[in-house]
């Protein structure tokens, strides 16, 4: 509309100059002059920013700034934040002057954010790919992402303290993130998945590399295998493998949902570690059979002990008849002795007048 108007100024012009003195040319003129002015404020780029009308793309770089930009061009597809010092993202951080962003992608990786304050994101419709990547958040508002209809792609890598873990869990809910496709998440010491209910999201793609899960229980296993569109990656946490993993261990065999299977590691037990998940034997992470184990070891044991019950038993029963025993073993004894004595006695003197003479 506005270029509209521009154009039948431009081509008014020449009429313009030729009648100097009418006072409709003049009236144009300061219209011309109106309708260009905002257009003018558009096209200028936020300080320390490089901007690139063609693409949409606004960078801004390692500065001093505290604060995401202000003056945010409306024409803005790609806003790159990267290497500031932005302790704390405020409600509409990214609202131009009160005005929605047609904004698609916003990457603020490695801004040292802290805390994400609720709606932070409002006024950006369109956004598609949200990257936080390795920031410090250590307070994220249940309502942070609220306001982001179309997200698709958030991605959380190293960013995450221990003490924000559980808020992520409330932040990434379901009503705020009805279209996320995909959520990566490595490098944050997460010890479990922090979705409430993996069935209630469109998720496609979930990365947990590099985490501190151990295990993932039956619960979530029945879960995953119903939800037959998602693909998780799971490499490089320290997975317990004892009985517990049962379940896991034959989604990871028969589901192909995670396709980084074969570079899940064992770190428990002692014995286990480095061995990759998917190369146990079905009877090492077999409950039924470790449990059949222990109680053959009992069962030993009470065998063992039943014997040793009956042995002292058959002992005590025949104390009578074994007195009798040890007696005439006594005697026995005794009388050999009194034998070996007596013949002592006898060969002992000529042998001994034999030595005198
Ligand atoms: C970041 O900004 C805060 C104040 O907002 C300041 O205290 C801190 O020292 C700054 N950090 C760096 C690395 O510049
Ligand atoms: C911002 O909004 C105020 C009033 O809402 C207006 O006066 C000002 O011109 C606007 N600035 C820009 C750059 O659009
Ligand atoms: C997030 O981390 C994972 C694992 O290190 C990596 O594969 C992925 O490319 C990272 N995502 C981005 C956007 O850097
Ligand atoms: C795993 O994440 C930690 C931080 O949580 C990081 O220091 C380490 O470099 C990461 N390892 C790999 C292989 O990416
Ligand atoms: C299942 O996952 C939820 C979070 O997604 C977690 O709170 C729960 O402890 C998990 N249960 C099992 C058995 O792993
Ligand atoms: C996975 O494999 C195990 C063992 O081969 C089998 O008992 C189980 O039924 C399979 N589960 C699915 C869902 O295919």
Redesign the pocket.
């Known amino acids: 509309m506005r270029e509209k108007m521009w154009i039948f100024q431009t081509a008014d012009n020449p009429k313009c100059l030729f009648s100097v003195w009418n006072q409709w040319c003049l009236y144009y003129a300061a219209v011309a002059c109106l309708l260009l002015s905002p257009v003018r404020t558009e096209d200028v780029c936020p300080s320390s920013c490089v901007c690139a009308r063609e693409s949409g793309t606004v960078t801004c770089r390692d500065g001093e700034d505290t604060e995401v930009p202000g003056d945010i061009p409306e024409w803005t597809t790609t806003l790159i934040l990267k290497g500031r010092n932005i302790s704390t993202l405020q409600r509409g951080a990214f609202m131009s002057n009160g005005t929605e962003l047609e904004m698609t992608t916003l990457l603020l990786s490695y801004n040292g954010i802290q805390v994400i304050e609720p709606y932070a994101f409002l006024g950006l419709p369109r956004l598609h790919r949200l990257d936080l990547s390795h920031n410090q958040l250590e307070s994220i508002s249940a309502r942070a992402f609220h306001g982001l209809p179309e997200l698709h792609s958030l991605i959380l890598n ?1 960013s995450i303290l221990p003490r924000a873990t559980e808020q992520l869990s409330s932040a990434l809910s379901p009503q705020s993130l009805r279209n996320l496709h995909r959520l990566e998440l ?4 997460l010890k479990y998945i922090p979705l409430v209910r993996l069935d209630m999201y469109n998720l496609r793609t979930l990365v947990l ?2 985490n501190s899960i151990e295990s993932i229980g039956g619960e979530n296993v029945t879960v995953l295998y119903q939800q037959r569109n998602i693909h998780v990656f799971l490499s ?1 946490n320290p997975f317990r493998c004892t009985c517990e993993l049962e379940a896991f261990y034959y989604w990871l065999k028969n589901s192909s949902q995670c396709p980084d299977a074969g570079r899940l590691l064992c770190s428990e037990p002692e014995a286990k570690m480095g061995v990759p998940v998917v190369k146990l034997r079905a009877e090492d992470v077999d409950c039924m059979n470790e449990n059949l184990e222990a109680v053959s070891y009992v069962f030993l044991g009470i065998v063992l002990a039943l014997i040793g019950v009956v042995f002292l038993m058959v002992l005590y029963l025949n104390r009578g008849g074994i007195k009798r025993w040890l007696n005439n073993i006594r005697e026995a004894c005794r009388d050999q002795m009194e034998v070996y004595h007596y013949r002592y006695e006898q060969d002992s003197d000529p042998r001994l007048a034999n030595v005198a003479v």
């Open positions: 190293h490595a490098g944050n010491m590399i590099n490089l």
